[in-house]
């Protein structure tokens, strides 16, 4: 039997995802630093800054992901449709990542393929 009562409020927390994302150039490359969280939550700001860091870039661009405590699957393939937009730019997108919370999701996920992995920014800034 249906009651009459009054659904509880659905409350939302006031919480802001945790989520940084730095921008820096070194040389003709640029540098995208992202920290704390990759997730469902922080995608889509994540994706609008790599878009526009890609669409500007005269250089390579370099994804730093060591602050990254935890990546899931929304945002690797954040990562991946990043990494095949660059496949048509001549400065390509390269992927810093190391350590369990980032490089192992990768790897597990199977987009260590599709991706150009570097295990730091030096690295991926000296590919070719």
């Given amino acids: 039997m249906p009651s009459n009562e009054p659904p509880e409020p659905l409350v939302i927390p006031d919480e802001q ?10 040389g003709d490359a ?5 920290s704390d969280e990759l997730d469902l939550l922080t995608v889509p700001e994540f994706s609008r ?13 370099v994804l730093d992901l ?8 929304s945002g690797i393939n954040a990562i991946v ?3 095949r937009d660059a496949d048509d730019a001549p400065t390509g997108l390269r992927v810093v990542a ?3 919370t980032v490089l192992k999701t990768i790897r597990l996920a199977g987009a260590h393929d599709l991706i150009t992995l570097a295990p730091s920014v030096d690295d991926a800034l000296n590919m070719r």
């Fill in 17 to 26: 995802p945790a989520f940084q994302c730095s921008v820096s150039r070194r």
């Fill in 30 to 34: 640029v540098i995208v630093a992202v």
């Fill in 49 to 61: 800054t790599l878009t526009a860091v890609q669409a500007a870039a005269a250089g390579p661009v």
């Fill in 66 to 73: 060591t602050g990254v405590t935890f990546l899931d699957s």
């Fill in 81 to 83: 449709r990043a990494s």
């Fill in 98 to 100: 190391e350590g369990p």
